[in-house]
């Protein structure tokens, strides 16, 4: 089986079809999906999803692109939450510098919060790092403890990055980035051990080639994985049995 460690399948992209989306995900041998939280707005989709699929593991924490002036609002109601029900990780959380810069100290104070949910609670926490890799990866580092690990969703970094993200015990989210012809990131996969890997669609957004541009889903992870055995010289086989092991390890799973 596969595992998708990051979907957001409870948005309204999937409102008309959600049956149809889960049943190919199961047809395309994807059993387990984890969904991670947005903010406020999506919760109680995100909660109704996952009572609804017993394959859906559901995530709490705060989005740095929905930090904004409300953001220690936010963060409370997302705690009040982790203590109402069974989460499987915090996040999304991370910093993203791409799109606004302004609330970026509020960002990283907001992720520094989410990091101690993780500690206190023991759950893997899910990073998002766009436009900020190395500072994530430096505010990770600099609260390193043995309880603290997670995954870089959608790491696309530098074999030099990826070596800091190993020295923090971290898993990094492959997606389908990877499959995109100038992405080139062939060296860092290639360099990336096995141990350290997780697969992820981020659906619905980034869909693998050949449907690249349209709405993504959990049924292309094989495209993800097949991409990664091109790259490694591995068995697609192989490549399936070692990331689903790391993500029910991560996750404390039983299966």
Known sequence: MYI?????????????????????????????IFLPNIDSSTISALNGLSDSYEMCYPMMGLHPCSV????????????SWLDKRKYYGIGETGIDLHWDTTFKKEQI???????????DRELPIIIHSRKSLDLTID???????????????????????????????????LGGVITYKNAG???????????????????????????????????????????????????????????TNNALNLFKIDD
């Open 185 to 243: 990131l062939e060296d860092m996969i290639g360099y990336m051990p096995m141990s350290h890997m997780v697969l992820e669609t981020d659906a619905p957004y980034l869909s693998p080639v050949p449907y690249r541009g349209k709405r993504n889903q959990s049924s292309y992870i094989p495209y993800i994985a097949e991409k990664i055995s091109q790259v490694k010289g591995m068995d697609i086989a192989d490549i399936r049995q070692d990331t």
């Open 139 to 173: 505010i990770i580092a600099s609260n390193k403890h043995d309880k603290l690990t997670g995954i870089f969703h959608c790491f696309n970094g530098s074999i030099d990055q990826c070596k800091r993200v190993l020295d923090c015990n971290f898993f990094m989210g």
């Open 4 to 32: 998708d460690t990051h979907a957001h399948l409870y948005l309204q992209q999937y409102d008309e079809d959600i049956d149809d989306t889960i049943g190919q995900a199961l047809q395309a041998q994807v059993t387990k």
């Open 109 to 119: 104070e907001a992720f520094e919060t989410q990091i101690s949910w993780a500690i």
């Open 68 to 79: 904004k002036e409300n953001y220690q609002e936010e963060l409370a109601l997302a705690a």
